[in-house]
């Protein structure tokens, strides 16, 4: 396969956008689909609805060569990709495919044979042969005559465009010229390793991943709230527990957030029900700790008011997932922040990362170290760390 290609990605959001710029970058002619008109026309003019490093040069150079195109509509293309939302849906937690399903049906008319079809979006077991069953079904020319894969992304928000080309990829076709056909199409702009497999195994794998990060996540949680029952610093307790050569205990925190490790370990429970229990646990224990972070703050309160007979002003410091980024999905903070608000306590909501967030006013980080009582940090932010010296009015949930 050349660069003599076109190359459509459906979805233009923190993983659609960055792969098609970078793809774009290497002089391949790239058409972003989004259904946002809003989306499409800010990319159209060399811009980016993201916080995301390097992005944006990056799209408006591609945008400006001519090699990034973005539409709400398809076009006949050489290969199709798949980054749109996987959420979970009901109290079951289980994943729901519409928008994959969606875009699979939006670019049934345009595919043709020799096309390769790709979903990167995280999927549960079995997705991948689901959308082949669709296209064949739809399109019974095509059977055996296009190319269909899997290849999940596991990139680190922040640092997307650096390991969208040098981490690894693991790539599982629904076949053998699949697989082959897919790996050939990554090696145009990756450079990290290209390990074959076959779809069911590459849609696993990214749910492990995240599964494996929750349930290491889940025992620091849980032992941050032992160590605060037994008046141990959890911080200093892991610190030293990490001396020892083959102990790597992570950091605790808020909870757990963001778009896939509080979403996809559920994708394996919904489906595996009596064997995943220590990744039910794992998710049950994140989000409890969540709760018991709120019950904190809340005892905190509860103190001030009855030792100052008013109510105090309390900074929620950090409402995204994790620090220095912008991305609020699934956040733990936000959770908490929200969560005080509708209990009526005087909030101050600091998220130096965005700028204006629905029916939370955000107040800027210099008035709120002047007006607040009880400073809660929630999540790391580079622009916290020098706010933060131990005093007994800062509770420190983020490792600070
Ligand atoms: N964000 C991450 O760090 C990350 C990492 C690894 C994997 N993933 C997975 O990648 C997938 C995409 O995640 P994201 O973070 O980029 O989501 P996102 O919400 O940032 O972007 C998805 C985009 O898809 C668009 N969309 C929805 N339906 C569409 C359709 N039918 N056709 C075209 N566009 C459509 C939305 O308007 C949105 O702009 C998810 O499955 C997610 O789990 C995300």
Request: a negative charge; one cysteine or more; glycine letters at 6%.
């Given at each position: 396969?050349?660069?003599?290609?076109?190359?459509?990605?459906?979805?233009?959001?923190?993983?659609?956008?960055?792969?098609?710029?970078?793809?774009?970058?290497?002089?391949?002619?790239?058409?972003?689909?989004?259904?946002?008109?809003?989306v499409?026309?800010?990319?159209?003019?060399?811009?980016?609805?993201?916080?995301?490093?390097?992005?944006?040069?990056?799209?408006?150079?591609?945008?400006?060569?001519?090699?990034?195109?973005?539409?709400?509509?398809?076009?006949?293309?050489?290969?199709?990709?798949?980054?749109?939302?996987?959420?979970f849906?009901?109290?079951?937690?289980?994943?729901?495919?519409?928008?994959?399903?969606?875009?699979?049906?939006?670019?049934?008319?345009?595919?043709?044979?020799?096309?390769?079809?790709?979903?990167?979006?995280t999927?549960?077991?079995?997705?991948?042969?689901?959308?082949?069953?669709?296209?064949?079904?739809e399109?019974?020319?095509?059977?055996?005559?296009?190319?269909?894969?899997?290849?999940?992304?596991?990139?680190l928000?922040?640092?997307?465009i650096?390991?969208?080309?040098?981490?690894?990829?693991?790539?599982?076709?629904?076949?053998?010229?699949?697989?082959?056909?897919?790996?050939?199409?990554?090696?145009?702009?990756?450079?990290?390793?290209?390990?074959?497999?076959?779809?069911?195994?590459?849609?696993?794998?990214?749910?492990?991943?995240?599964?494996?990060?929750?349930?290491?996540?889940?025992?620091?949680?849980?032992?941050?709230?032992?160590?605060?029952?037994?008046?141990?610093?959890?911080?200093?307790?892991?610190?030293?527990?990490?001396?020892?050569?083959?102990?790597?205990?992570?950091?605790?925190?808020?909870g757990?957030?963001?778009?896939?490790?509080?979403?996809?370990?559920?994708?394996?429970?919904?489906?595996?029900?009596?064997?995943?229990?220590?990744?039910?646990?794992?998710?049950?224990?994140?989000?409890?700790?969540?709760?018991?972070?709120?019950?904190?703050?809340?005892?905190?309160?509860?103190?001030?008011?009855?030792?100052?007979?008013?109510?105090?002003?309390?900074?929620?410091?950090?409402?995204?997932?994790?620090?220095?980024?912008?991305?609020?999905?699934?956040?733990?903070?936000?959770?908490?922040?929200?969560?005080?608000?509708?209990?009526?306590?005087?909030?101050?909501?600091?998220?130096?990362?965005?700028?204006?967030?629905?029916?939370?006013?955000?107040?800027?980080?210099?008035?709120?170290?002047?007006?607040?009582?009880?400073?809660?940090?929630?999540?790391?932010?580079?622009?916290?760390?020098?706010?933060?010296?131990?005093q007994?009015?800062?509770?420190?949930?983020?490792?600070?």
């Amino acid at each position: 396969m050349d660069n003599n290609i076109k190359v459509t990605m459906m979805g233009l959001g923190y993983i659609g956008l960055p792969t098609a710029a970078l793809i774009a970058s290497k002089g391949i002619h790239v058409l972003g689909v989004d259904v946002q008109q809003q989306v499409v026309d800010t990319i159209n003019s060399g811009k980016i609805h993201i916080v995301e490093p390097a992005l944006d040069g990056l799209v408006k150079h591609d945008v400006e060569r001519g090699y990034l195109k973005a539409s709400i509509t398809t076009e006949k293309s050489d290969v199709f990709l798949i980054a749109v939302p996987t959420p979970f849906k009901g109290n079951n937690h289980e994943p729901d495919l519409a928008y994959v399903e969606s875009a699979t049906r939006m670019i049934l008319p345009q595919l043709e044979e020799g096309n390769l079809f790709i979903i990167e979006s995280t999927s549960p077991v079995g997705t991948t042969e689901k959308m082949a069953e669709l296209i064949f079904t739809e399109r019974p020319e095509l059977k055996d005559k296009i190319y269909i894969a899997y290849c999940p992304e596991r990139v680190l928000p922040g640092n997307v465009i650096y390991e969208l080309k040098n981490n690894d990829r693991a790539i599982g076709g629904i076949n053998e010229p699949s697989t082959n056909k897919a790996c050939e199409f990554y090696r145009l702009f990756v450079s990290g390793e290209l390990h074959k497999t076959n779809a069911r195994t590459a849609e696993m794998t990214k749910l492990v991943e995240n599964a494996s990060r929750d349930v290491q996540i889940a025992f620091a949680n849980e032992l941050s709230m032992i160590c605060d029952e037994a008046n141990i610093d959890i911080w200093e307790l892991i610190k030293l527990a990490n001396k020892h050569p083959r102990v790597n205990i992570l950091q605790p925190g808020t909870g757990v957030g963001g778009h896939c490790i509080a979403v996809d370990p559920w994708f394996i429970v919904s489906e595996f029900k009596e064997k995943a229990k220590i990744i039910r646990t794992a998710r049950e224990i994140n989000n409890y700790k969540t709760e018991w972070v709120i019950e904190k703050i809340k005892n905190i309160a509860l103190e001030f008011e009855i030792k100052e007979g008013r109510k105090p002003i309390i900074a929620c410091m950090g409402l995204a997932f994790k620090p220095d980024i912008d991305d609020l999905r699934e956040s733990p903070a936000l959770y908490v922040t929200k969560s005080l608000i509708n209990q009526k306590f005087n909030v101050l909501s600091i998220e130096p990362n965005v700028k204006y967030y629905k029916n939370i006013k955000l107040t800027a980080l210099n008035e709120a170290l002047e007006q607040a009582d009880i400073f809660v940090y929630l999540v790391k932010h580079k622009e916290f760390i020098h706010t933060y010296n131990k005093q007994s009015n800062q509770l420190n949930f983020c490792g600070l």
